[in-house]
């Protein structure tokens, strides 16, 4: 158990509505990350957050948006839903010690109608 | 830029024999190098990394993979595969080993056992 919770863990949605995901650790990690995955894509990173308030754009960030108030929260925002957003999200953390080994959530599937 | 390539989506073995996952990476500085397991349903598991110091690293559940400069290769194998090796296995490439590393992954192979 790496002590990341994602939710909701399953939602459908409607385009053009918003959508944000929750990702807490339980951790104290200060390197938290946002993947989705796609079949025949594997995982991509959407942004991840070097601390508080410090976060940076990965490799397909158009449409999302990330905030981290706290330590241990990392939300992830879709202003305004589109189809090609629907996915599975993962949030994924990091920090010194445990070998310096990113840990996986379990997931949040999303499903933009 | 740094790039994971992972030929094929689907491998099928019997139970018992050997299990081998190709990935071939591409990248401008020393690499480091990741195999993570996946369960129906779940999140990602790592199963082993290399982080530049022996080239044979050997992980979770038997598995093992060799880093090959020459090749740009990190090829994951098992010498007997069993029935609940079945899931999808991710290869990643990071420029670093830290705590700071985004992780760059290949599309995933399918591992099928039969029995």
């Known amino acids: 158990d790496a002590g990341i919770t994602q939710s909701p863990r399953h939602k459908v949605t409607e385009t053009g509505t918003p959508v944000t995901l929750r990702c807490h650790q339980t951790?104290?990690?200060?390197?938290m990350y946002w993947y989705r995955q796609d079949p025949g894509h594997g995982l991509r990173l959407i942004h991840y957050s070097y601390g508080v308030k410090d976060t940076d754009k990965g490799e397909v960030s158009d449409g999302y948006s990330v905030s981290r108030s706290k330590t241990e929260d990392f939300l992830l925002t879709l202003e305004s839903a589109t189809s090609s957003q629907t996915s599975v999200y993962f949030c994924a953390i990091s920090g010194q010690g445990k070998g310096n080994t990113i840990y996986f959530g379990e997931g949040s599937w999303l499903t933009v109608v | 830029a740094q790039s994971v390539t992972q030929l094929g989506s689907h491998v099928s073995v019997s139970e018992g024999a050997l299990v081998l996952l190709r990935c071939n990476y591409s990248?401008?500085?020393?690499?480091?190098l990741f195999w993570y397991v996946q369960y129906p349903n779940q999140g990602l598991q790592l199963l082993l990394k290399?982080?530049?110091?022996?080239?044979l690293v050997k992980g979770i559940n038997g598995f093992e993979a060799e880093f090959k400069k020459s090749e740009t290769s990190f090829h994951l194998t098992k010498p007997s595969a069993h029935m609940s090796d079945a899931a999808e296995y991710f290869c990643?490439?990071?420029?670093?080993?830290?705590?700071?590393?985004?992780?760059?992954f290949g599309k995933g192979i399918t591992l099928s056992v039969r029995p």
């Open positions: 290399y982080t530049s110091a022996a080239t």
């Open positions: 990643a490439v990071s420029d670093r080993a830290g705590a700071n590393s985004k992780l760059t």
């Open positions: 951790e104290n990690h200060r390197y």
């Open positions: 990248s401008s500085v020393p690499p480091y």
